[in-house]
């Protein structure tokens, strides 16, 4: 178990760092930002921010990680690596970095959450901040948010802008970002991990990210802090740049996804009782519901399987409507929607019955006209999969759309 500890380094300058492998330039490799004053401009000092990074096998790009944090110029940082384990020399490169690193840790452990949670257990700073090792700061991040904090003590959360990068480091597109509240946050998840900061009484008060999720913790983190009265606060700059690549948890969606946001979405729905929230969590649920049945079907080869799996789903999305259905009753077209998305798929299922039923429900609840075709959707969905039943679902759904007979 490899592990080092040290005093906070001091800021280092490009000049001072390992050189950067051959062919690779600009920033963080050949560029970086200018050392603060040790003070703010009122002189006092700068809040220290401790930026935890959690690390497994991704040699191919941790370096750049480690230099676009060290390179800020900021001059109150503690970087803290925590690794699970790495074989593919991420290890070298983390010791060649290990003088200007406050911490950083090299033992198996459960999970990308558990790494966040170990490396904040070992950190100082007021503010906090977790960087994945694919990931990488943009100039000057820690100056903006570090003096955003200080100016504002009572934001506890902070974000900002981020792009998407591809695995050569190329801008690919920017993510949606924006100020909003609760229900915002519920219908989507506009804070960007990577471009937050959060006070530690902040992240302390609801107890940091809960172990138990290795895909949706950051969301759930928002969440609770805003449940528990966090300000949030949205600062309009590129702080971050999130990396997609072929290995990546966000490349490779897995539908342990849809089935943690339905956990967290749950947990939500027992605690808030703000009826503001309510039409934001049926449309919450309903596009969780629709990714674990897409992911289930993309994912999938063995039929039986599938089946079991879209059954199990459909029953889970039809009960918590029937339990809720006097909540969302005065969303009718939306809870109309989620009737009839269910019984579509169990007419795709070959299960009439449950089909019909959701139909009428569909219309009872939200006066919902169904197409009397098949819609364009639905048949170039036929082609989609080589299983009989699907086939015939498709067909068995269309005439109930047709002539209300299966």
Known sequence: MPTAMGEIALTPLVQVLPPPPPGRSGWPWTEGCPALPPCLPDGSPWPRISVVTPSFN???????????????????????????GSTDGSIDIIRRYGPWLACWIS???????????????????????????????CPDALRTAGSFLAANPGTGLLYGDCEMIDE???????????????????????????????????????????????????????????????????????????????VSKSGVLSVEFGYELLDVLDRISASCQDPSVRRALLEAYSRAFRTILSLHEQTSSDEHRLREDWLRVLKRWSD?????????????????????????????????????SCLRKAREVGGKAFNRVLPARLAASLGARSFRWYHEGCMAFSRVLTTGKS
């Open 58 to 84: 991704q040699a191919a790009f941790l370096e750049e990680t480690i230099r676009s944090v060290l390179l800020q110029g900021y001059p109150n940082l503690e970087h803290i690596i925590v690794d699970g």
């Open 107 to 137: 033992e198996s452990d459960a999970g990308q959450t558990d790494a966040i949670r170990k490396g904040v257990r070992q950190s100082s700073g007021e503010i906090l901040a977790w960087l994945n090792s694919d990931d990488l700061y």
């Open 168 to 246: 050569e480091g190329c801008v690919t597109g920017r993510f949606s970002v924006r100020q909003g509240d609760l229900a915002a946050l519920l219908g989507e998840n506009y804070i960007a991990q990577p471009s937050a900061f959060c006070r530690r009484d902040a992240w302390e008060a609801v107890g940091g990210p809960d172990p138990a999720l290795q895909y949706v913790m950051d969301y759930d983190l928002w969440i609770r802090q805003l449940l528990n009265g966090v300000r949030a606060s949205y600062l309009p700059s590129v702080l971050s740049r999130f990396r997609y690549h072929a």
């Open 320 to 356: 918590h409507l029937e339990d809720r259905r006097e909540e969302y009753r005065p969303f009718g077209p939306l809870l109309a929607d989620g009737y009839y998305a269910i019984g579509k798929h169990y007419c795709l299922l070959g299960r009439m019955e449950e089909g019909r």
